[in-house]
């Protein structure tokens, strides 16, 4: 009866160990694009005297033909999303130590009996070693965005967010950074790779993404595991 009871209790608790890691890796559906990296503050409030000028500084970067590119609050610029990255590292090691100690003792009195052979050591040690490190990542496609902060010095923070719900899950893109308003194309678009501060994020969920992971009773054996 009692094994009967242990059994039982091992298996309720492994539910609901399943039950929390379950919980915890869900999602809630459009969630709100990430906010923009801490940036200076922009100076639009300060007060500056009007001498008359076309320019003014207050007024932050405007050129002399504009069109319809986007250069205000809220405008919307088509991000191009060309990332691709690739590294790789090599270590290698090699050492070698070797050292010998020799006593020669006198043939003659009282510590003539000893052997020359006898108290000679020497020792030796090496060592080799290498590692191999590679990683490679690549992400094409399109998010739009929307100007959320502009400076007098012509930059501009952009942020936004693009959901897809497919048949097997959901799957989100994020991005935000800062533009330069001048590198924005006739057509409101702009390499990702223009983009200081860039951070994007793509992410999902459904049942592709649950099949990618391991499951929780090999994810916990590995959080415990010393080997």
């Known amino acids: 009866m009692k094994r009967i009871f242990r059994l039982a209790t091992l298996t309720l608790a492994a539910f609901s160990l399943s039950a929390c890691l379950a919980n915890g890796a869900k999602r809630e559906l459009g969630f709100a694009a990430p906010p923009p990296p801490p940036a200076m503050a922009p100076i639009a409030g300060a007060e500056y005297a009007n001498k008359g000028s076309i320019y003014q500084a207050s007024q932050g970067y405007a050129p002399l033909v504009t069109g319809t590119r986007a250069r205000g609050l809220g405008d919307m610029v088509t991000i191009l999303l060309v990332e691709s990255t690739a590294t790789s590292k090599s270590i290698t090691g090699q050492t070698d ?36 490190a590679a990683q490679q990542s690549q992400l094409t496609g399109t998010v739009a965005v929307t100007i959320a902060a502009i400076y007098p010095n012509g930059t501009a923070e952009v942020v936004g967010e693009k959901q897809m719900a497919l048949s097997q899950g959901d799957e989100w893109v994020q991005f935000s950074g800062r533009i330069r308003l001048v590198d924005i194309d006739v ?28 499951g929780w009773l090999s994810r916990f054996f590995g959080s415990i595991s010393p080997f």
């Not at 000893?114 to 080799?128: K, Q």
């Not at 223009?194 to 992410?203: D, G, P």
Request: proline share 9%; net charge positive; no cysteine.
């Open 97 to 132: 130590r070797s050292g010998g100690l020799a006593l020669i003792p006198p043939s003659a009195g009282p510590l003539g009996f000893l052997n020359p052979d006898a108290l000679n050591a020497s020792g030796s040690g090496s060592f080799n070693g290498s590692g191999n």
């Open 187 to 214: 057509d409101n678009t702009l390499p990702s790779s223009r983009v200081a501060n860039a951070r994007i994020i793509y992410t999902g969920q459904g049942a592709v993404q649950r099949a990618s992971r391991p």
